[in-house]
């Protein structure tokens, strides 16, 4: 320990300078994705898994890296290694009590979700063309992306994957820029919409079985798609408004009153089957 630092109140005259310096230093906005800027070889941005040279997924599945998440913003899926079940991590599970070797039992429970698969089965020509009339520059990058979008009607991983291999563009720089602009999205759009309210009004209502009958039957959660994309399942919030009328359901932006869990299951069957939903109360 230096003498200054044996001073009373030199650290509190150190902490007090260091931020009239910093509050002093003149503010750059870099103008992005117009203005490139070289990354930080620490920047992680979004994770990519890895793949060995058979296509297969060099994760373990160990659910270790969302366990120790600080936040709890890792929600993993996958197979048990017979592939046999479809095992899930997320926030409800990550306690110490429940990291036992056996990843089946670790999981907690098992989920309708499906498999991932490496390399999605969609045709790369057109997005090879299109990479080809923007000369593969990664400047065009936002061009790039909207003309993927209007080909493939969204972006799939497989293409974004694929359009950073070709302009030599980082994955996790392609999908800040994808996540920057409201028009672009990653999951084709669904035919019908079902969004429950999650008040304190509407959950004593029977809310929370609502929601969970139209999971289970959709087989996707909260801001999924279901498997065959023709549903997409949201939330809201009424503030309290559907008192007495049973939990606020919309079905492609009609008001349901007095849903039940039945009827709810019923409803997601007839939007995935192709019909509109009857809007009357069960």
Same mark, same amino acid.
């Given at each position: 320990m230096s003498f200054m630092d044996?001073?009373?109140?030199?650290? %509190?005259?150190?902490?007090?300078?260091?931020?009239? @310096?910093? =509050?002093?230093?003149?503010?750059v906005t870099v103008q992005y994705?117009?203005?490139?800027?070289d990354i930080s070889p620490h920047h992680r941005g979004r994770l990519l898994l890895l793949y060995d040279e058979f296509g297969t997924l060099k994760c373990e599945t160990c659910f270790q890296c969302a366990a120790a #998440?600080? +936040?709890?913003?890792?929600? =993993?899926?996958g197979v048990d290694t017979k592939n046999r079940f479809h095992v899930h991590w997320g926030p409800a599970e990550q306690y110490a009590e429940r990291r036992e070797e056996s990843a089946l039992r670790r999981s907690g429970?098992? @989920?309708?979700?499906?498999?991932?698969?490496?390399?999605?089965?969609?045709? %790369? *020509?057109?997005l090879d063309a299109i990479l080809t009339e923007e000369d593969h520059s990664p400047r065009k990058m936002l061009r790039i992306l909207e003309r993927t979008q209007e080909t493939y009607g969204h972006l799939?991983?497989?293409?974004?994957?694929? +359009?950073?291999?070709?302009?030599?563009?980082?994955?996790?720089? +392609?999908? $800040?820029? *994808?996540?920057?602009?409201?028009?672009l999205r990653f999951q084709p759009v669904a035919a019908h919409?079902?969004? @429950?309210?999650? #008040?304190? @009004?509407?959950? %004593?209502q029977g809310g929370g079985r609502v929601l969970a009958a139209f999971e289970a039957a959709l087989g996707t959660g909260v801001e999924g798609v279901s498997p065959d994309g023709r549903v997409r399942l949201l939330t809201v919030d009424c503030g $309290?408004?559907?008192?007495?009328?049973?939990?606020?359901?919309?079905?492609? $932006?009609?008001?349901?009153?007095?849903l039940t869990a039945e009827r709810a299951t019923e409803i997601a069957a007839h939007l995935r089957s192709g019909h509109l939903a009857d809007s009357r109360p069960a």
């Open positions: 044996r001073l009373p109140g030199w650290g %509190l005259f150190k902490g007090v300078s260091f931020g009239v @310096v910093q =509050m002093l230093r003149p503010k994705p117009e203005e490139i800027v #998440c600080p +936040i709890e913003c890792i929600d =993993m899926g429970r098992t @989920v309708p979700d499906r498999s991932f698969s490496a390399w999605q089965g969609i045709d %790369l *020509a057109p799939p991983v497989a293409a974004i994957q694929h +359009i950073s291999h070709k302009t030599g563009a980082w994955y996790s720089e +392609i999908y $800040g820029i *994808a996540t920057s602009y409201r028009q919409e079902l969004a @429950v309210c999650r #008040c304190t @009004v509407c959950t %004593l $309290g408004e559907s008192s007495g009328t049973g939990p606020r359901v919309l079905v492609d $932006g009609v008001a349901q009153t007095r």
